[in-house]
Nanobody, 121 residues
Framework: QVQLVESGGGLVQPGGSLRLSCAAS????????MGWYRQAPGKERERVAL???????NYLDSVKGRFTISRDNAKNTVYLQMNSLKPEDTAVYYC???????????????WGQGTQVTVSS
């Protein structure tokens, strides 16, 4: 089985920074993409940032220039550095990975448990 474990959420004032981490572990053959999504109360889940195994990244327009996604392939870990945070960034942030498990051809999608980010003064 595969697990994604997130850390790094919390309460921060507007203009502040947070760094989220997500580590994938288990029977992993290869990770295709890792990404961060968020869901605010009463809103649909949206993709914040995505990074491929080759390092290509894309971002939600509203976070471009403020958030940076990176990954450590050796550790199967993805990070989201969030700077200049705004109250509208408040949400539960979820890590997602598309990957192949050992001995299988199928591509699976796994989710972390979510971590709360609250931006408030």
């Amino acid at each position: 089985q595969v697990q994604l474990v997130e850390s790094g959420g919390g309460l921060v004032q507007p203009g502040g920074s947070l760094r989220l981490s997500c580590a994938a572990s288990g029977s992993i053959f290869g990770i295709i993409t890792m990404g961060w999504y968020r869901q605010a109360p009463g809103k649909e889940r949206e993709r914040v940032a995505l990074i491929t195994s080759g390092g290509s990244a894309n971002y939600l327009d509203s976070v471009k220039g403020r958030f940076t996604i990176s990954r450590d392939n050796a550790k199967n870990t993805v990070y989201l550095q969030m700077n200049s945070l705004k109250p509208e960034d408040t949400a539960v942030y979820y890590c997602n990975s598309l990957l192949r498990r050992n001995g299988e051809e199928l591509i699976y999608s796994y989710w972390g448990q979510g971590t709360q980010v609250t931006v408030s003064s």
